[in-house]
């Protein structure tokens, strides 16, 4: 069995946030790697395992931000253990020891069968659980990590709208080379970048990201497998100024997916990506300056 540790000592806050002043930012709501002393999950599954929910090393991928100057905001706490990128009421009622002492709805979405609802239930295909959550923790994973999440990224993001008169959000993500079985086991693009068919942000703004990674050599898709999620659909408004995009990459690219550790491409990806970021800033400042938006008012 893999020895490696579960928890990432010492405890990091919920989240780490960098404030930038340019009208791109970036989220990384899957890529935490500090799992809380209450995760309970069952104890006789691997780190690689539990971590395989995680989109781990992307924040890594895209650090070039920080050089940039731009916006960040990651969750520190793993996907498994609340998914900020889900619904708050997608919920699978059978997680809980007692469905009906819920305070909220449930409005499970189709991931069910896989597991991947709010709280996820499997590890592609591996039961997470060997118990039921309680509702008090359940709750406490809602109102101390999803919550905070969420009245973070808001805030962020009506700062530099306020600021800028508009805002730009790429959600950083990876995905596994295949789809599971039961979805049909095909391969994925390489890059897949998700903009809810084209309802999250300006076309000119995909096309860009997109004509970007096919220019460092990746086959990219274009809301081919996945189109974003609760993230991409909650933040995305371009009538008002607000765009976003979700960026996937493959993790075959950069990592071995079965132990989870960084493979010899590593440091070309994470070039690639820097390249490709900071060209994006460039035509997203451009594009701003081009446009020369009212800034909104903020008294």
């Given at each position: 069995m893999d020895k490696t540790p579960i928890s990432k000592p010492p405890a990091a806050d919920v989240l780490s946030v960098t404030e930038g002043t340019s009208p791109l930012m970036l989220s990384f709501p899957h890529s935490g790697d500090v799992y809380p002393d209450d995760f309970?999950?069952?104890?006789?599954?691997s780190y690689s395992q539990i971590d395989n929910p995680s989109d781990k090393y992307v924040d890594e991928l895209f650090g070039a931000s920080n050089e940039l100057g731009l916006t960040t905001i990651k969750a520190n706490?793993?996907?498994?253990y609340v998914d900020v990128n889900r619904h708050q009421h997608d919920i699978d009622a059978n997680m809980l020891?007692?469905?009906?002492?819920?305070p909220g709805r449930f409005l499970p979405s189709g991931s069910v069968e896989v597991g991947a609802t709010l709280f996820w239930s499997k590890s592609y295909d591996t039961p997470i659980y060997n118990r039921k959550l309680t509702v008090e923790e359940a709750h406490n994973r809602l109102s101390s990590y999803f919550i905070?999440?969420?009245?973070?990224?808001?805030?962020?993001?009506?700062?530099?709208?306020?600021?800028?008169?508009?805002v730009y959000i790429v959600d950083c993500h990876s995905m596994t080379r295949f789809d599971q079985e039961i979805r049909g086991g095909k391969e994925r693009p390489e890059i897949d970048i998700g903009t809810r068919n084209?309802?999250?942000?300006?076309?000119?703004?995909s096309e860009k990201m997109a004509e970007l990674f096919a220019a460092r050599g990746y086959d990219v898709g274009m809301n081919k497998r996945f189109i974003g999620g609760e993230i991409t659909l909650r933040y995305g408004w371009p009538k008002i100024g607000q765009h976003i995009l979700q960026v996937e990459v493959r993790r075959d690219l950069?990592?071995?997916e079965e132990t989870r550790a960084r493979n010899e491409n590593f440091a070309k990806v994470q070039a690639d990506c820097a390249w490709v970021l900071n060209h994006f800033k460039t035509y997203i400042e451009h594009r701003q300056?081009?446009?020369?938006?009212?800034?909104?008012?903020t008294t």
């Open positions: 309970g999950f069952d104890p006789k599954l706490f793993p996907r498994a020891d007692n469905p009906k002492a819920w905070p999440y969420h009245q973070t990224m808001t805030r962020l993001v009506e700062r530099l709208r306020a600021q800028h008169g508009k084209g309802a999250s942000c300006d076309p000119d703004i950069y990592m071995n300056n081009a446009a020369a938006p009212a800034v909104l008012e």
